[in-house]
């Protein structure tokens, strides 16, 4: 069975930094995009960014030049790093891995959320 665990959310000032993580576990035969989605409260859950299995990234327009997304294929793992931090980046951050499981069908998976505040 495949898990995504995130870590790294919390409370922020405007203006500061913080860094998110997502690994992956179970029995996995390859993981190919990973992403990172956020939903604020009444809103939908929209792309932050990903990241293809080669390194090819994208980002939302409203995080571009703040936000970076990268990926340690060894580890499974997909970090967000996020400076210059907003209050309107407040929400709830979910990973997102596409990925083909050992047993059964390609499909994506999602992590639990991590709650992200900025607000001083």
């Known amino acids: 069975q495949v898990q995504l665990v995130e870590s790294g959310g919390g409370l922020v000032q405007p203006g500061g930094s913080l860094r998110l993580s997502c690994v992956a576990s179970g029995s996995i035969a390859n993981i190919y995009t990973m992403g990172w989605y956020r939903q604020a409260p009444g809103k939908q859950r929209d792309l932050v960014a990903g990241?293809?299995?080669?390194?090819?990234?994208n980002y939302a327009d409203s995080v571009k030049g703040r936000f970076t997304i990268s990926r340690d294929n060894a580890k499974n793992t997909v970090y967000l790093q996020m400076n210059s931090l907003k209050p309107e980046d407040t929400a709830v951050y979910y990973c997102?891995?596409?990925?083909?499981?050992?047993?059964?069908?390609?499909?994506?998976?999602w992590g639990q959320g991590t709650q992200v505040t900025v607000s001083s």
């Open positions: 997102n891995f596409d990925i083909n499981p050992m047993i059964g069908l390609r499909r994506a998976y």
């Open positions: 990241i293809s299995r080669l390194g090819t990234t």
